[in-house]
């Protein structure tokens, strides 16, 4: 990901590591040598000061951490006023999962875990089932409002099982928002369209939850880089 973001700052003209921070558990992994990564410990403290960042982007970090909570904090803590946070995480909540989940016990992507050091980067390694309503609560939590989903490549069998469950995931939805309804109306109020939302079609297709949201504007700033 840092190698095509700096590819593209490149072709602009700008040299990478003036717009780019990687930060790894293992720098000594990090292979590209144009952007100056930085470390970062197991318990997700960014290693740059507040509100210094345009961007924050964790592709495919979240499942792998013990506190997905403390790192959303912590980017919102690093982003300047108004800047953005770009998350990719596997999708719990497409219908594959879902029956993976129902039949196996464990979610798409979702493996039983393991705590062997060499197995933190595979599947094995995937610690932390987040799905988007979870995401969102995080988000909201840490300051960030505009949060929106969005979709990678449909899985094919996800979609299938989707269309023909339909009618089905319709009446559940319905009855899940009358029951919350039921139980606390100022809950229902405030998240009565996430009810929704987890059963709508690219949701329920989707390999990949991709969630984009933006810190709520103050008034301190800083400098002018992107955190990977």
Not at 121 to 141: A, N, Q
Request: hydrophobic share 45%; charged share 25%; with cysteine.
């Amino acid at each position: 990901m840092c190698q095509r973001l700096g590819r593209w700052f490149a072709k602009q003209g700008v040299v990478p590591s003036e717009r780019i921070t990687a930060c790894e558990i293992d720098p000594e992994h990090f292979k590209y040598p144009d952007v100056n990564c930085l470390r970062i410990g197991l318990g997700c403290d960014i290693p740059v000061p507040d509100n210094s960042q345009d961007v924050v982007m964790a592709i495919e970090v979240l499942e792998h951490v013990a506190q997905p909570y403390h790192l959303i904090a912590e980017a919102s803590r690093v982003l300047k006023p108004g800047g953005s946070i770009v998350l990719s995480i596997p999708n719990l909540l497409n219908m594959a999962s879902r029956m993976k989940f129902l039949t196996r016990g464990y979610g798409d992507m979702f493996a039983p875990p393991s705590v062997a050091p060499e197995d933190a980067g595979r599947i094995y390694g995937h610690i932390m089932p987040v799905s988007f309503p979870y995401l969102v609560y995080g988000l909201e939590r840490a300051g960030f409002g505009e949060i929106s989903f969005a979709s990678d490549r449909f899985k094919r069998g996800a979609l299938a099982v989707s269309i023909a469950l339909w009618p089905v995931l319709k009446l559940a939805a319905w009855l899940n928002d009358r029951d919350i309804r039921r139980d606390d109306e100022r809950v229902w109020r405030r998240n009565r369209w996430l009810v929704w939302r987890v059963n709508q079609l690219d949701m329920l297709a989707s390999r990949s939850c991709i969630v984009v949201a933006r810190k709520a504007v103050g008034s301190t700033s800083g400098g002018s880089k992107a955190s990977t």
